[in-house]
């Protein structure tokens, strides 16, 4: 129950409840803000900034920003387009990213959304750095080529595992995931049964021994663009 | 390992408490007896504290003066700011590499020395600077970089090495540094003689919030850089839930080209301690934190001292000049070298033991802050403002300066000038008059407000120094008719690449793209259009990052590309056949020529 709490998006008014952000709120209406480093089980990171709207003139990101009775938001105009775009084509040059032979295409948020915002090619020279690949676990792996630094894998260990297997190191462009040991996830008391294993946006994190199980053509992003699930509620509530 | 060591952090974690939060000091105090932080190192300091080994890590790995490889028991940390390099830096910095035989970044084969390279270091009035451990060196030259190292292979003290003292409190017993002050121009606001807490006094004969309203009606502004009402800030805190609340100094001025908080820490740090008591009596707090950059830990045990003596005198403490149930305390937070850690949140994760990650906004640091209780985090100068404006009330503080941006502003010039230093003049002085004063001649460009703010020319001159127009944390640095100032903008963007936290896309990777892109164009391999993909790149970093670090940082290319577009389009080639101009067809088939093992047809 409650109170309800009035705003706008695009100029269409939007209800949400006392405490919820922009996102929650969006998400409920069915209209769909472009987001990477959010899960809705995590507290919002704000880091890869593709959520970022224009909230009552002054760019904010969605994921963090609580709502208030008669706040103008921005979402879908040309400028934030192509800002996202951008943001997108940064996160695709910073890393080596191969989506032809990696087993996350199809199920990759980041290969997602550069469909969804119209990316056929980063328009930024690509920066190839040298990145570790972790192997040594016998259930889990990871590929920092692919990595975003979104941080889900780093709060999902923590609050929804209760461990700490992963955190950030280094700073600036040399900032990537580290593992709680000397250098190898073996050493870790990571679980293939961990969130942590399951949360990874692109193809960092993945499960052994079931790569490539799911065909081309049913994967999860081959029938419908990203996003889809949320501007479907929409589209029942119109009918309902 | 060792048993020596295990013993050294165990007693270093002991007497922080065992307590994560004084992480900082933990791995402060264990990088300068160790000379790094091992893995072995780290797990114990995990294990002492409670928290995972891969946490100490981030930290280990956040901070510049820490290290997880060993570092000699002397480095020598060479200022690289473009001031230092104007004034002979490069020759300075190929003198030590000579004279010590490692390259930058090396160590000393016997172990003893590393030799590094450092953003600026709060000594730009007196390059090229290099601190030595926390000895800082002023007015290098080859001759002196070599005595330097000579003396060290002797004693291997770097305090021991002979150096006449600067002025003023840089000669007490507890500082001994040959930094000087370089006050140019002493205003009626900071630099005045004052009777000293007379402020303190007369703010204890108010109520907290008539104190919060008299600094309101002085419209003091925060002297950092940003600009924020003072009092709305100090109202917010007071406001704010908690039984705790902490008032926090930022002393942590990393912003290239600015040195004026170093000479108020020296000459004036009891207007500061009056300020930041006022501060806690204000808003409710019992706790401040003065935040000192870790370049400026020569300064550490004089302020301590200087904070002791206070004590005595019933200036902190408990019932603080006989106020009853008014206790307030002040202890210092050291730095490591991180020029994020100027950015309010990201200082307060910094004092939390933390990377200095900036936190996500909402809530706020009045609501919000250190440990999660309301914090007011405050610029130096502007806890000085705040004593003055008690002793001598809003209105005469309101009435210096101009209209938008009442009273002074300590500017921290440097570059090529004839008299570079701290002055403090009002605000609303014209760039023009400001150059004259500080003997600047045949300017081609002025920074003001360091890299985040702008870089102008000559057509700007006429304008001034305050908030409505030309707002400034203080760095000015001047550049003559000389200097290229594509090189400057690289400097700069190279400063930005090498402090940008990495937390959000746009810093990380943007101000890398952008430096990547002015290298182009210096090297001339640009093309037209190159200037508007700079421009939409800068603003797309500007409007989605997440601080103020790259909210800012893109500000040497932008506004550069609208002051100086004429020396970017001299570099760039057109080229009218609608080729790619810029393409090296030799250069693109030189890998698969390699592989091949032979030439290519066409070339």
């Known amino acids: 129950m409650g109170q309800t709490i009035k705003f706008t998006i695009d100029g269409t008014e939007v209800n949400g409840r006392p405490g919820q952000t922009i996102m929650e709120a969006a998400d409920e209406a069915g209209v769909y803000i472009p987001r990477l480093c959010y899960l809705k089980e995590l507290t919002p990171h704000g880091s890869c900034r593709v959520c970022t709207v224009i909230v009552n003139g002054r760019p904010q990101t969605a994921c963090t920003q609580p709502i208030a009775d008669g706040m103008t938001v921005e979402n879908n105009t040309p400028e934030l387009l192509e800002h996202r775009k951008n943001l997108v084509d940064m996160l695709f040059v910073e890393g080596n990213h191969f989506c032809m032979f990696c087993e996350k295409s199809g199920n990759c948020e980041l290969q997602a959304m550069a469909y969804r915002l119209g990316i056929l090619a980063p328009k930024y020279p690509f920066m190839f750095p040298t990145c570790e690949v972790d192997a040594s676990h016998p259930d889990i792996f990871i590929d920092r080529n692919r990595c975003i630094l979104c941080g889900r894998c780093v709060q999902a260990s923590k609050d929804l595992d209760g461990k700490h297997v992963f955190d950030f190191v280094g700073r600036g462009v040399h900032k990537k995931i580290a593992v709680d040991a000397e250098a190898k996830l073996v050493d870790t008391d990571a679980d293939v049964r961990d969130k942590a294993a399951e949360v990874c946006p692109v193809g960092a994190i993945l499960k052994k021994h079931i790569g490539f199980s799911v065909p081309i053509g049913k994967r999860l992003y081959d029938q419908k663009p990203i996003g889809s699930e949320i501007e479907e509620k929409k589209m029942t509530k119109v009918k309902s | 390992m060792n048993k020596d060591i295990e013993k050294i952090v165990k007693q270093v974690c002991e007497s922080n408490g065992q307590n994560k939060t004084k ?393 090529d000038c004839s008299g570079p230093g701290v002055y403090e003049f009002p605000f609303g002085i014209k760039v023009r008059d400001l150059l004259k004063e500080v003997g600047a001649e045949d300017v081609q460009a002025v920074l003001i407000g360091g890299p985040s703010g702008q870089i102008i020319g000559p057509s700007d001159f006429e304008r001034t120094i305050c908030y409505d127009d030309l707002p400034t944390g203080g760095s000015i640095v001047i550049f003559n008719q000389e200097r290229n100032i594509l090189e400057v903008v690289k400097e700069y963007m190279d400063f930005f690449v090498e402090e940008s936290c990495g937390y959000c896309t746009p810093c990380r990777v943007g101000n890398v793209l952008l430096r990547n892109g002015i290298e182009n164009i210096i090297e001339g391999k640009g093309e037209p259009k190159d200037l508007d993909y700079l421009k939409e790149l800068g603003e797309s970093v500007k409007v989605t990052s997440r601080c103020g670090l790259g909210q800012t940082s893109p500000n040497p290319v932008l506004t550069t590309l609208k002051n100086f577009r004429g020396v970017y389009e001299k570099l760039v080639k057109k080229d009218e056949k609608g080729f790619q101009p810029t393409f090296d067809a030799k250069r693109a088939v030189g890998d698969a020529e390699k592989v091949a093992g032979r030439a290519s047809v066409h070339y």
């Open chain 2, 23 to 415: 992480m900082m000091n933990i791995v402060t105090s264990l990088q300068e007896r160790l000379g790094g932080l091992s893995g072995d190192v780290m797990d114990l300091i995990a294990k002492q504290t409670k928290v995972h080994r891969v946490e100490v890590e981030s930290i280990v790995s956040f901070y510049s003066f820490l290290s997880k490889t060993p570092k000699g028991k002397i480095v020598i940390r060479l200022c690289n700011d473009i001031v230092d390099k104007m004034q002979g830096g490069e020759a300075v910095r190929k003198a030590f590499c000579d004279e010590l035989g490692v390259k930058i970044g090396g160590t000393t084969p016997d172990g003893n020395m590393t030799l590094e390279e450092t953003p600026c270091i709060g000594m730009c009035d007196q390059a090229p600077a290099a601190l030595v451990n926390d000895v800082v060196f002023t007015y290098l030259s080859t001759d002196k970089a070599r005595e330097i190292v000579r003396e060290l292979k002797k004693h291997g003290d770097p305090k021991k090495i002979p150096h006449r003292l600067g002025d003023g409190n840089n000669a007490h017993d507890l500082v001994r540094s040959m930094v000087h002050n370089g006050i140019r121009k002493k205003g009626p606001v900071i630099f005045s003689d004052y009777e000293a807490e007379s402020g303190l006094k007369k703010a204890l004969a108010m109520s907290p919030v008539e104190v919060i309203r008299e600094v309101k009606i002085a419209r003091l502004r925060g002297r950092g850089g940003a600009g924020f009402p003072t009092g709305m800030k100090w109202e917010f805190t007071r406001g704010a839930e908690g039984t705790q609340k902490f008032v926090i100094c930022n002393a942590d001025e990393g912003e290239p080209g600015t040195f004026k908080d170093r000479v108020i820490l020296t000459e004036k740090y009891d207007l500061l301690f009056e300020g930041m008591t006022i501060g806690g009596y204000a808003i409710g707090s019992d706790t401040g934190i003065l935040y000192l950059r870790g370049e400026y830990l020569y300064l550490k045990a004089f302020l301590e001292e200087m904070l002791e003596d206070r004590r005595k005198k019933g200036l902190l403490g408990k019932d603080i000049l006989h106020k009853k149930g008014f206790h307030f305390d002040i202890h210092i937070q050291i730095g490591a070298g991180a020029y994020i850690c100027g950015e309010e949140t990201s200082l307060i994760s910094s004092c939390e033991g933390l990377r200095g990650d900036p936190k996500t906004r909402p809530p706020f640091p009045a609501q919000k802050g250190y440990l999660g209780c309301p914090t007011t985090v405050n610029n130096v100068e502007t806890f000085c403002c705040v004593a003055r404006i008690m002793d001598r009330g809003a209105t005469w503080f309101a009435e210096i300066g101009s209209k938008g941006s009442p009273s002074t502003k300590l500017l921290s010039v440097s570059g």
